[in-house]
């Protein structure tokens, strides 16, 4: 099965909400896409973060189990799509994976903002936002 891979900085909070949201409203099912996070800086292994799981979780996505990934070359290679929350991190990866190219994209057309730090409001307005654009790219990947 194709990959599409959520990426943020830690792949503690935006990236893994991005995954399971993408898997709450049936995104693997109706693009044929297994879906995934990784971080640009991070280190493999780290919860996700608990008012991320809070958010999440509040919209129908649980991400307790979730464990973070460091973006690889070896993830860039078995991905379809690479899905960034924001522009430098768009930025970022092209510069450290010029083969991503042609499948790269930002999530929305405006970054996704950090809610790293902030109290669940700020991650529930930020799950919010990234479930809106989950469901977008789902649409249009399953239109073709």
């Known amino acids: 099965m194709d990959k599409i891979v959520f990426l943020c900085t830690g792949n503690t909070c935006r990236s893994p909400m991005a995954e399971g949201l993408f898997r709450a409203l049936g995104g693997e ?8 996070s990784a971080g640009l800086f991070t280190t493999d292994g780290l919860p996700a973060s608990e008012n991320a ?3 999440a979780g509040e919209l129908g996505a649980d991400i307790r189990a979730h464990k973070s990934h460091v973006l690889t070359a070896q993830v860039v290679a078995d ?3 690479l899905v960034c929350m924001t522009g430098a991190h768009y930025d970022r990866v092209l510069e450290k994976y010029p ?5 790269l994209f930002t999530f929305t057309d405006t970054d ?3 809610p790293f730090g902030g ?3 700020v991650y529930r307005e930020c799950a919010a936002q990234i479930k809106q654009a989950a469901q ?3 649409e249009r990947l399953s239109q073709g």
């Open 29 to 36: 099912q109706k693009t044929g896409l297994q879906a995934e």
């Open 53 to 55: 799981v809070l958010a």
């Open 79 to 81: 991905a379809k799509y």
């Open 99 to 103: 083969q991503a190219e042609g499948k």
């Open 112 to 114: 996704i903002a950090d």
């Open 119 to 121: 109290n669940l409001q």
């Open 136 to 138: 977008q790219v789902i």
